[in-house]
């Protein structure tokens, strides 16, 4: 994998300063982007197709770095300003108020109640695993459901039910 990796990361940074001087986006998180794009690409292989694994990776990794320029110009979408850094995150944390921490408590135990009483069953065991970080089509075999699709509209309505959540 690190031979993978060192192979293929100039293109991913060549792809990555080439896209982000065109959204506005950060390079090296689109490049982290394209690295995920090349774990998939690794894990989704197929041997015995007819696309060389280079060139498979290649449109993976821009198909990945694409998709995070859509999502990042969806309205709704959090701007980038918006976004904390971990290595800040942890000296935030550690300077919060002890009040902050009691009503970030309380604010949590507020969505769970509302989660409990608004999702069903179902849809529960969906967000667990979901925000677990199993794929769709793992929450689906993992929960008997027919397939992947089912498993995006069960987010859906989670979606729906917890925008009303204040």
């Known amino acids: 994998m690190a031979s993978l990796i060192s192979d293929q990361l100039p293109f991913i940074r060549q792809k990555a300063a080439s ?50 320029m859509r999502s990042a110009s969806r309205p709704g979408a959090v701007p980038a300003r918006a976004v904390v850094p971990i290595d800040s995150a942890d000296e935030q944390c550690a300077a919060a108020d002890p009040q902050d921490i009691v009503v970030g408590r309380e604010e949590a135990t507020r969505l769970l109640q509302y989660v409990d009483k608004h999702l069903s069953p179902r849809e529960q065991q969906v967000l667990r695993l979901y925000l677990s970080g199993d794929s769709y089509a793992a929450v689906a075999g993992k929960l008997g459901l027919p397939d992947s699709k089912s498993v995006d509209n069960a987010l859906q309505r989670i979606r729906k039910k917890l925008k009303s959540f204040s």
């Open 19 to 68: 896209a982000a001087s065109t959204c506005g986006l950060d390079a090296e998180d689109l490049a982290q982007e394209g690295l995920i794009g090349l774990l998939n690409a690794v894990r989704s292989f197929d041997f015995y197709g007819p696309a060389a694994f280079r060139t498979y990776a290649r449109t993976c990794i821009v198909n990945s770095i694409r998709s995070a």
